[in-house]
């Protein structure tokens, strides 16, 4: 009878170390260079009571499996089938690390060596006590190392469930409670502010007090790949706050309104924070002589003035504004020796031009602030068009200033008065276009300045502005304040003809700057690059044409006939070179035999293109056929995978490739059918209808 009694619960307590032992539980599974089983954080189960199961990953020696945003490669997911009314969470990632190959450069986000990826599940309240409970997941994974390959799983853990206190599991309760101290932590005591350009985020960090990191000791990791994975982020030290420059990712969101993903510590008993902010309009942080709306520190607001103003006169240190301020000093040049008062007049012409283009780009910020948007300062120049346009502005007035032609700036709209007598109209239009190409130009002063203006009311967000306005035109405004200033200059001469020149090789070097904006901005259009320096090409082209058959000599038909065909010319090399936004559609993979082989195992149908970047016939195959809607269409509509074989460089494999087809040179494009021995082999110059006729074979 007592033996009789006391079974049940010596029964159930058996079942419970039985469980805590793993004999319940299914043992791990090896596939590949991965081991993976489901382990328990609890001995048993609960009715209605949340608890952490994880998934464990143990990597052979330089293996690796991937984050959520793994970068190249894909991440882990599971898959969960579970009895009726039962619930599971979402993974919860570890602090990933930079995986990295032999050479050292980055190639995705992940976890080697052994990895718990924890999920929370939540059994029903009505959960019967007495018996198991059979929990399994479907689990899939990437494994990387020199090569990768997928590897899957199917689990199962069976626990008990009782009305017991729970109680950790005795083999695995203490690891997975050790696995939570690994997850990012919630930024408790941490400040973070950013703001986004073209070319990067812009993350402000500042610690809690007490705490001290150096640069080296972080590395952001984006959840949404806003950030490019494999590009260096600097990390910038201002006194306790951390500046992080990241580079953007060109085939990440493109309207991301916050930054999200987890700030890696390289130290401490934290391994990372998570990080989720507002992509603001400036990314500094609130210092206290940086006050709130509703402050009303004088001193605060003196400082931030004093601050925009030394910001603005470092911009005429910049490398963007010196061209235009060099245009304007051979303005005073020219004049020197004329009339003291007109050139004083020119000098506040130029700090009004200044002024006004400050008030007006400030006062659109404000407006556009007030509605939502999340803009930045120097926002114009996040438009690859406005890029585009500015570059060639700045050929033809280099071009100008070199003497290929003879083209007075009145008719380009700024800098008239630099050359003539009465011009003001052109000395306001120069301070114009210096603020354009000063704007992006944050100075180290500059920026927390501008962070305080868009927080701070209208009024005083105007006061910075103008403060930022006169520093940059301070030279300017003493020069027609003290007219006498202007006696240093030396006198005009034949010299002048020369320094004429020699201001354009600094237009030429902010050409060459604007074209390597162009090339972060159009780097998921394979082509866009090119169509820019072939419309740079004829826009110079058309100077030449102007300055050969358009100017004074010659009869009037002649100039007639030149002045069209150069605005021909000008026309079509801003339509050639007019950055178009990449249309979404075609997605490359990088071709190697190792991926040939792993896509057909699968039964994909695939093509693969072996070009190079000098081959023409390469780049009028991609213009001309891979743009076209019918081939795009056809190719979506059979799940074609696409490879690209770039030889643009030596690549001992893709020589090997194309020798074993008879072939010595590029173009060569295939396709492979599943099933298929052979690929088909295509013309070297395709056209749309020899694609989609290849394409049509798969279903004949």
């Known amino acids: 009878m007592y033996a009789t009694m006391k079974f049940p619960a010596v029964f159930r307590a058996l079942l419970v170390c039985l469980s805590g032992l793993g004999l319940l539980q299914a043992g791990p599974v090896r596939k590949g260079a991965v081991e993976a089983e489901l382990v328990p954080a609890v001995a048993s189960v609960q009715p209605g009571r949340p608890f952490d199961v994880a998934l464990r990953l143990a990597h052979d020696p330089h293996w690796h499996t991937y984050w959520v945003n793994a970068g190249t490669g894909y991440p882990t997911t599971v898959k969960w089938t579970l009895p009726p009314g039962w619930q599971a969470g979402e993974i919860r990632w570890p602090v990933p690390r930079a995986l990295t190959d032999a050479k050292g450069a980055i190639t995705g986000n992940g976890y080697d060596g052994e990895v718990l990826l924890l999920v929370t599940l939540s059994p029903p309240a009505g959960l019967q006590a007495g018996g198991n409970v059979t929990l399994r997941a479907d689990v899939a994974w990437l494994m990387c190392r020199e090569v990768c390959m997928p590897g899957e799983a199917a689990l199962d853990l069976t626990l008990s469930v009782d009305n017991g206190p729970p109680a950790p599991d005795p083999r695995w309760g203490a690891r997975l409670a050790a696995a939570l101290g690994q997850l990012p932590q919630p930024p408790d005591g941490w400040q973070f502010a950013a703001a986004r350009t073209a070319p990067e985020v812009t993350l402000t960090a500042r610690p809690p007090d007490g705490t001290t990191f150096g640069a080296g000791d972080f590395h952001f990791f984006s959840d949404d790949g806003l950030v490019a994975f494999d590009r260096p982020q600097t990390v910038a030290v201002q006194g306790g706050t951390f500046v992080f420059t990241l580079p953007v990712d060109a085939a990440g969101p493109k309207d991301s309104q916050r930054l999200t993903g987890v700030l890696a510590l390289g130290k401490g008993d934290v391994p990372g924070i998570r990080v989720d902010v507002p992509l603001g309009a400036a990314a500094a942080l609130q210092d206290s002589k940086f006050q709130t709306p509703n402050s009303k520190s004088v001193s605060g607001l003196a400082g931030t003035l004093a601050l925009a103003f030394v910001g603005g006169l470092i911009l005429n240190l910049m490398p963007c504004v010196f061209p235009v301020l060099g245009i304007k000093i051979l303005g005073f040049v020219n004049q020197a020796g004329a009339d003291r008062r007109k050139v004083t007049l020119h000098g506040l012409v130029f700090v009004l031009g200044v002024l006004v283009s400050f008030w007006l780009l400030s006062g659109a910020l404000l407006v556009l602030r007030a509605g939502g948007a999340q803009l930045g300062w120097g926002f114009q120049l996040q438009e690859p068009g406005f ?314």
């Open 387 to 700: 890029v585009f346009a500015l570059a060639a502005f700045m050929l033809v007035f280099a071009l100008n200033l070199s003497g290929l032609f003879e083209f007075g700036l009145s008719v380009m709209g700024v800098g008239a008065g630099l050359q003539s007598r009465s011009g003001y109209t052109g000395s306001f239009f120069t301070g114009v276009l210096a603020t354009v190409v000063a704007t992006p130009c944050s100075a180290p002063f500059l920026a927390p300045a501008l962070g305080a203006a868009l927080a701070l009311p209208a009024a005083a967000s105007l006061a910075v502005f103008t403060a930022i306005a006169l520093g940059l035109s301070v030279p300017y405004l003493l020069l027609s304040i003290f007219p006498a200033a202007v006696k240093l200059l030396p006198r005009p001469g034949e010299w002048m003809e020369t320094f004429k020149q020699l201001m354009a090789f600094p237009l030429y070097a902010t050409v060459g700057f604007l074209a390597w904006v162009l090339a972060g901005q159009t780097k998921d259009d394979d082509t866009g690059l090119l169509k820019i320096f072939f419309g740079l090409v004829l826009v110079a082209m058309s100077a030449w044409v102007y300055g050969r058959w358009a100017q004074h000599a010659g009869s009037a038909a002649r100039r007639r006939l030149g002045r069209a065909f150069a605005a021909v010319l000008i026309a079509a090399g801003l339509a050639v070179g007019y950055p178009a936004r990449p249309s979404a559609g075609l997605v490359w993979e990088r071709w190697s035999p190792e991926t040939v082989r792993q896509l057909r195992s699968q039964g994909k149908t695939l093509f693969v293109d072996f070009t190079a970047r000098w081959c023409a016939t390469c780049q009028s195959n991609k213009a001309l056929v891979f743009s076209s809607q019918r081939v795009r269409a056809a190719l979506k509509q059979k799940g074609v995978v696409l490879l690209e074989a770039d030889w643009t460089s030596r690549d001992p494999q893709i020589t090997e490739a194309l020798a074993s087809f008879n072939r010595s040179a590029v173009p060569l494009d295939l396709i492979y059918f599943p099933g298929g021995s052979d690929p088909v082999v295509l013309p070297g110059l395709l056209t749309p209808e020899i694609v989609c006729a290849a394409l049509k074979q798969a279903a004949d």
